[in-house]
């Protein structure tokens, strides 16, 4: 698979309008269902969501997780963001007990050394935080999307958050590569200036790198522990429920 944005493509792909309609179908069911709240990294996926919502104007809030660990480039393209969305971001962060509690036990390089340290920090810094989130929300919406790895190739659009308890969104499930770059293109949305250094998926600066030629979407996340194969998870996502569990919305 080569870097999404290197696909960034010249005309609609095939099937893209209808794939617009449903994610616009499946954003107003999602705000039907409050609090909703958008869940955003600000990824190119995020961002297509949150312009989604902004056009349509629709009662969803936009959250962002800041780990105190983020590359600069994303706090930047927040900002343009809500520029260009006239949208604000909550940012949501760590508990300071939290973070000193977990930096008296381990020094923050062990997370290279060790995936229960790794999984630890992942926890403090983003999982509690949006637990705290979703605590009473009614429905979370995501940029999960099928092709980002094998391990997402089943998500479903609409389905039961068991571990949060809500109900979770997923509107780009079926969008390629080249929707959500077409998307971005003709909207003129801002993205993260790391898609163009060779990312693919980005998160925290010391847990995300570029990726090869060849390499799969997220293999650039927690690399040390892939052995340059799919690419981890933090956490935020468990596997997708049983189809007899799932709402799959077709517009
Ligand atoms: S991605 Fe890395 S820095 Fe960020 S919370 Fe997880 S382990 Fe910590």
Redesign the pocket.
Known sequence: MTACFALSPDRPPFGFASRVDALAALLDRAARQQPCVLASSLSVEDNVLMHAISVAALPIEVVAID?L?LPQTTHAVAAEMERATGRTIRWLRPEVTALIAHAGSHR?EA?YHSRAA??R??T???VDVLAAELAGKAAWVTGLRRAHSEGRETIETEHWDTRFALRKFNPLAAWSDEDVWWYTRVHGLPFNGLYERGYASI??????RAIRPGEPLRAG??WWEQNGQQGGE?GLHLAPPPASESVEVVV
């Open positions: 780990t660990k923050f997370i790794r999984e920090c992942c403090v810094r983003k998160g925290c600066e010391p847990c995300t996340r927690w933090c």
